[in-house]
T-cell receptor, first 115, second 111 residues
Framework: DTGVSQNPRHKITKRGQNVTFRCDPI?????LYWYRQTLGQGPEFLTY????????KSRLLSDRFSAERPKGSFSTLEIQRTEQGDSAMYLC?????????????FGPGTRLTVL | GDSVTQMEGPVTLSEEAFLTINCTYT??????LFWYVQYPGEGLQLLLK?????DKGSNKGFEATYRKETTSFHLEKGSVQVSDSAVYFC??????????FGGGTRVLVKP
């Protein structure tokens, strides 16, 4: 069990550019979640997958955001035409559904800075 | 909708002091409750959890009891160390999908 990994750990980009983040969940976990955390706040849910199916999307996820999990393993989160308001920590978590509790385990996050 | 409210920080303590962080929630049904901890520069780590009323979660000297009658899940530790300095998040899970987090409480323990 190597834990949830995320890449890159930090990303600095200019307004209007596209960025893509990757998340590799714990290997046997079938659920994968994305959250966004702004400075001084708790994480906010963005979207989640069960296997390759995206089952729920928050209204925070504007049409500039897209997430995929093509083979039910790793996931990518893309932000198009970035805005300064997109600056935040993007957290990925995974869990195994059907257990005693769907405990979510988090990765270290990708910190995005939009200049 | 679901919500979690926790006391605002920062909470500043001396080493070996008693720590309490209050957490209350609003949710229908029977959510599971969690405490996560975030150390500087790191991601969220699960600290403890409770899945039903009157359950007590514990780990690393921290405890929290699921009180349905007061919709609370207060975190306590009897003797804090400098290494406990971190941000603590209370969260609830209902329906097995998204976690709803409180705003976090920063704890600073001084030697």
């Amino acid at each position: 069990d190597t834990g949830v990994s995320q890449n890159p750990r930090h990303k600095i980009t200019k307004r209007g550019q596209n960025v893509t983040f990757r998340c590799d969940p714990i290997s046997e976990h079938n659920r994968l979640y994305w959250y966004r955390q702004t400075l001084g706040q708790g994480p906010e849910f963005l979207t989640y997958f069960q296997n390759e199916a995206q089952l729920e999307k928050s209204r925070l996820l504007s049409d500039r955001f897209s997430a995929e999990r093509p083979k039910g393993s790793f996931s990518t989160l893309e932000i198009q035409r970035t805005e300064q308001g997109d600056s935040a920590m993007y957290l990925c978590a995974s869990s195994l559904s059907g257990g005693s509790t769907d405990t979510q385990y988090f990765g270290p996050g990708t910190r995005l800075t939009v200049l | 909708g679901d919500s979690v409210t926790q006391m605002e920080g920062p909470v500043t303590l001396s080493e070996e002091a008693f720590l309490t962080i209050n957490c209350t929630y609003t949710a229908t049904g029977y959510p599971s409750l969690f405490w996560y901890v975030q150390y500087p520069g790191e991601g969220l780590q699960l600290l403890l959890k409770a899945t039903k009323a009157d359950d007590k979660g514990s780990n690393k000297g921290f405890e929290a009891t699921y009180r349905k009658e007061t919709t609370s899940f207060h975190l306590e530790k009897g003797s804090v160390q400098v290494s406990d300095s971190a941000v603590y998040f209370c969260a609830l899970l209902r329906g097995g999908n998204k976690l709803t987090f409180g705003g976090g409480t920063r704890v600073l323990v001084k030697p």
